[in-house]
């Protein structure tokens, strides 16, 4: 995995809800690791990330699958990010259900 995404990623704004409800159980995150693995929290959601680095001409996209749980039922999805300055940018799709913006600062 790209140094660029690696590391602990603090949620700092999402679309769909605030920081009281990103920040529900721990504080907000995503964590990016070697080998294309990753985990994120927020609210009551808790995912474990398959991800990999689609390359263009121009930038680096953080692609992913994930698959965890949402208030305790097993819920699933994908997503993308890019790095915009210092921060990282993307959107999180759960299968059959809501998406949202992120924006997340590296801890």
């Known amino acids: 995995m790209k140094g660029e995404f690696q590391g602990k990623w603090r949620i700092v704004e999402m679309e769909l809800w605030d920081q009281d409800f990103i920040d529900l159980v721990v504080q907000g995150y995503i964590d990016i690791r070697a080998k294309g693995r990753g985990e994120?929290?927020?609210?009551?959601?808790?995912?474990?990330?398959?991800?990999?680095?689609?390359s263009s001409d121009d930038?680096?996209?953080l692609v992913f699958s994930w698959t965890g749980t949402d208030e305790?039922?097993?819920?699933?999805g994908r997503g993308w990010a890019i790095r915009m300055k210092d921060n990282l940018e993307?959107?999180?799709?759960?299968h059959d259900g809501d998406d949202?913006?992120?924006?997340a600062e590296k801890v």
């Not at 993307?90 to 759960?94: A, C, S």
Request: a negative charge; hydrophobic letters at 40%; one cysteine or more.
């Open 59 to 61: 930038s680096d996209q």
């Open 100 to 103: 949202t913006s992120f924006i």
């Open 40 to 54: 994120f929290q927020f609210g009551a959601v808790h995912g474990f990330m398959d991800c990999r680095i689609e």
């Open 72 to 76: 305790m039922d097993q819920v699933s």
């Open 90 to 94: 993307g959107r999180i799709y759960f």
